[in-house]
């Protein structure tokens, strides 16, 4: 199983930009692994569900919501292990914490229903 590090978020004004990481790994030290694994990013605002904000295929292909699409950009670094959230032209609902989560089994989607497992997430506010 995939142990996820997600890192990255902070404190900005609105339209400022921040890169989240989210860092796979295993106990056995398994190079590699999350290029079998498609990765998704959602986030959980106060009060309110966790949401699949984006997402990206093991082979590559992005998903975006629609209220972050143009603005947002996953891209992954399967040497490193790493899925990359490029967040830019941040709003104030864009507000909340953030986890990166892989499918429930190689080459599946992630979805909220659906994840091997949760990162312990990373806060992201936007100030007004």
């Known amino acids: 199983q995939v142990q996820l590090l997600e890192s990255g978020g902070g404190l900005v004004p609105a339209g400022g930009s921040l890169r989240l990481s989210c860092t796979g790994s295993?106990?056995?030290?398994?190079?590699?692994?999350?290029?079998?694994?498609?990765v998704g990013w959602f986030r959980q605002a106060p009060g309110k569900e966790r949401e699949r904000v984006a997402l990206i295929t093991w082979s590559g292909g992005p998903w975006y919501a629609d209220s972050v699409n143009g603005r947002f950009t996953i891209s992954r670094d399967n040497v490193r292990n790493t899925v990359y959230l490029e967040m830019n032209s941040l709003k104030p609902e864009d507000t909340g914490v953030y986890y990166c989560?892989?499918?429930?089994?190689?080459?599946?989607?992630?979805?909220?229903?659906?994840?091997?497992?949760w990162g312990q997430g990373t806060q992201v506010t936007v100030s007004s």
């Open positions: 295993t106990r056995t030290g398994n190079d590699y692994v999350m290029g079998f694994y498609s």
């Open positions: 989560a892989t499918g429930a089994a190689p080459y599946a989607l992630p979805t909220t229903a659906s994840v091997a497992s």
